[in-house]
Structures are given as structure tokens and as C-alpha cells.
């Protein structure tokens, strides 16, 4: 396919997947379709998109920003340039999230995610484990359209209440005091964001990237709070990933607050999930 011999030439990873997905899109087609029709002629009247498409992914552009969707935990969500792309990685937060479930029978517990981005976390959340009562917050008002259609989409819009503002702000404005509090936020050093790979440097957005000079200031704001934050009384948890070598440092944070402190591994054995139970 000359497409993946493009694709190769410019170092993309995976060049005949990237290939593929983009073919699929523009048809419309299902992979097991794609194949029967592998030795069809490009249809003319797609060959344009699909060029243009290939085009913008030879310059680095994200494959999930070209089509508009990324699989997350089992569900498609929609993604453009205002939002992370959800990664594999976060599904080990909604893993340990679940876990907790026991800990609120009877109840319905207050939660919110904090910097929602796509709303996978929230949405993930609010439809698997219905009891729940979810607030998403996100500082950009881009990506928060991009959740609330998310929600829309996926059926989960009357189960998440979403508020504009900057990590805890709208929460010490407000009333609520949340049983659970979740975060993925932005935790790559300044100084680091311009060594990323060009598909995250170049298009996700610094917002949900920047975590400030050690990556870690984010986390100090939310554990800095958790006792304005929590309920006075009653189980109350915390929940972040986090990056890379970072895992100790944000564990102490919580520490502060939390009789109790994990640390969960990804499959590479980096410290990935954080979390804190009161």
C-alpha cells in the first residue's frame, strides 16, 4: 500500500495500521469489510479525503485526531485537538476507582474527576457504577463541550454535572464536598513538554500536558485541599495517575490527608495509579 511505505518513509509507527484505520474511516468500513475489499480499486470519490487525511498524518498529526475517536474502556469517545487522548493506561485508574465500590454501599457517593478533558473518566465512571453522583471539571471550555457530547453520545448526560474552572476552584466556590475525588491532570515538567514526540508536542493540547516545573504541581494543590474538599466525616477516597518517577513524591502528598496510601504498577512496572483512602 503506498500509503504505508509513505507512512514508513516519515518514521510513523505501525505505518500498515495507520494505513488501514485511515482507510476504514473514510469508507466506512469494518476491518473484517476492508479486507474482503482489499483488492477493490480506491474509490474515486473518497480518494481526495483520504489523501488529504494521510497528508496531515505523514506531519505527526495524531491518528485519533484524523478520525475523531479513541476507545476507551470500552467505549468510543470523541476526541479533537482541545483534548488528551485518552490512554490505556488511565483504565487502570477506573479499575482501582471500581474497587471502592463496597466501601459506599447503600450510598450514593459524590465524585468528581478533576480536568475531565474527553469526560472518558467521568462518563467511564458514571456508567459503571450507576450509584454515583458525578461532577467533572475542566478550565477549558473546549473540552468541555467535548465531554458533555461525549455524554450525550453515550447515554450518561443526566448522571454528570459539569463546571467550568481552574483544578479545585469551582469545588471551594461551591457547596460540594465529594466523597471521591479523581484526577489525571497535567504532569509532564515544563522543560520536558518540548522533548515529547512531535504527535503530543505538536498537537495535544500543553493545557492537559504542563504540570509546572517538577510536573507535580497539580497534585499539590488538589492534596492540599483534601480537607476542604471531603466530606467532615464518612470514607472518603482519592485517585491520580501519574507520570513516570513520580508515583512516591504524590503518595507522600497524600499521606498528609489519608490513613491509607497505594501505589498501583502499569504492565511496565511504573507506578501509574496513586490513591488514598480516609
Not at 479486507?35 to 474515486?44: M, V
Not at 478533558?117 to 458525578?134: Q, R
Not at 514526540?197 to 493545557?207: G, N, Q, Y
Request: hydrophobic share 40%.
Amino acid at each position: 500500500m503506498g500509503a504505508s511505505r509513505f507512512f514508513e518513509e516519515r518514521g510513523i509507527r505501525a505505518p500498515l495500521f495507520n494505513a488501514e484505520v485511515l482507510v476504514q474511516h473514510v469508507l466506512g468500513l469494518t476491518k473484517a469489510r476492508m479486507l474482503f475489499e482489499w483488492q477493490n480499486p480506491f474509490p474515486e470519490a473518497q480518494l481526495e479525503e483520504f489523501l488529504a487525511l494521510a497528508e496531515r498524518r505523514g506531519r505527526y498529526e495524531p491518528l485519533q485526531y484524523l478520525t475523531g475517536s479513541q476507545d476507551f474502556f470500552g467505549r468510543t469517545f470523541e476526541v479533537t485537538p482541545h483534548v488528551l487522548i485518552p490512554r490505556p493506561e488511565t483504565e487502570i485508574l477506573i479499575e482501582e476507582v471500581l474497587k471502592q465500590r463496597p466501601s459506599f454501599q447503600g450510598r450514593k457517593p459524590r465524585l468528581v474527576d478533576i480536568g475531565t478533558g474527553s469526560g472518558a473518566i467521568a462518563i467511564t465512571l458514571a456508567l459503571e457504577w450507576p450509584e454515583l453522583d458525578v461532577t467533572a471539571i475542566d478550565l477549558s471550555p473546549e473540552a468541555l463541550a467535548v465531554a458533555k457530547r461525549n455524554s450525550e453520545r453515550l447515554g450518561a448526560a443526566e448522571k454528570i454535572t459539569f463546571l467550568q474552572g481552574d483544578l479545585i476552584q469551582p469545588l471551594l466556590q461551591g457547596s460540594l464536598r465529594p466523597d471521591l475525588i479523581i484526577s489525571n491532570p497535567p504532569y509532564i515538567p515544563s522543560a520536558d513538554c518540548e522533548e515529547l514526540d512531535a504527535e503530543v508536542r505538536d498537537h495535544e493540547p500543553r493545557l492537559a500536558l504542563d504540570g509546572g516545573a517538577d510536573g507535580l504541581n497539580p497534585y499539590r494543590v488538589i492534596t492540599g485541599a483534601l480537607p476542604q474538599l471531603w466530606p467532615e466525616s464518612g470514607p472518603a477516597y482519592v485517585a491520580f495517575e501519574v507520570g513516570i518517577h513520580q508515583d512516591r513524591d504524590v503518595e507522600a502528598m497524600i499521606a498528609a490527608h489519608a490513613g491509607q496510601t497505594g501505589i498501583v504498577p502499569d504492565w511496565q512496572n511504573i507506578g501509574r495509579v496513586v490513591w488514598g483512602r480516609r
